[in-house]
T-cell receptor, first 114, second 114 residues
């Protein structure tokens, strides 16, 4: 069946270091990918998205890389700050989907040490 | 910045009771969604809604669930007869368009069924 999953459930980094959060997806009929950040007790917050016709997209301090050959998505956070501590989810929408359903991965908890 | 709002933040109910969770999507958005997140698990899609009808629903969204847009601003999720396993965070989301598009999430309603 279709699934989106994360390689590492937890990631601990030193403040100022770069963070890389990985995500594997199994549904090759996927068109659109989003990274969300979820802080404790809050809803998912949009970080960055990428469509399947791209392999890289940059935002402010964040970069998303998409490797369709191996069905792998990653989120890179530059100069990680304590405020980046949260659970990060990747999500995807299949190309055939018209209802907008997002399929979420399991989540990776990022912990930033000062 | 416009945001999705949800009320109440926490709802406690007895098993078998009906609950209505309320959401106010971002005002110019046309597509609306409900997701749920059982404690410690990933976010799961429940239903998408557009033009006053359901676009897509998951297998979780059985006959006990219903959605409604009673007026021009509110979007509600009703659970007719709650079960213990309905205890979860329920997130409302909205987007400008359907299919692949950024969905913006509300802060969630924590539903506790006793």
């Amino acid at each position: 069946g279709e699934s989106v999953g994360l390689h590492l459930p937890t990631l601990s980094v030193q403040e100022g270091d770069n963070s890389i959060i990985n995500c594997a997806y199994s549904n090759s009929a996927s068109d659109y990918f989003i990274w969300y950040k979820q802080e404790s007790g809050k809803g998912p917050q949009f970080i960055i998205d990428i469509r399947s016709n791209m392999d890289k997209r940059q935002g402010q301090r964040v970069t998303v890389l998409l490797n369709k050959t191996v069905k792998h998505l990653s989120l890179q956070i530059a100069a990680t700050q304590p405020g980046d501590s949260a659970v990060y989810f990747c999500a995807e929408t299949p190309i055939y989907n018209q209802g907008g359903k997002l399929i979420f991965g399991q989540g990776t908890e990022l912990s930033v040490k000062p | 910045e416009p945001e999705v709002t949800q009320t109440p933040s926490h709802q406690v109910t007895q098993m078998g009771q009906e609950v209505i969770l309320r959401c106010v999507p971002i005002s110019n958005h046309l597509y609306f969604y409900w997701y749920r997140q059982i404690l410690g698990q990933k976010v799961e899609f429940l239903v998408s809604f557009y033009n006053n009808e359901i676009s897509e629903k998951s297998e979780i969204f059985d006959d006990q669930f219903s959605v409604e847009r009673p007026d021009g601003s509110n979007f509600t999720l009703k659970i007719r007869s709650t079960k213990l396993e309905d205890s979860a965070m329920y997130f409302c989301a909205s987007s400008t368009s359907g299919g692949p598009d950024t969905q913006y999430f509300g802060p969630g309603t924590r539903l506790t069924v006793l």
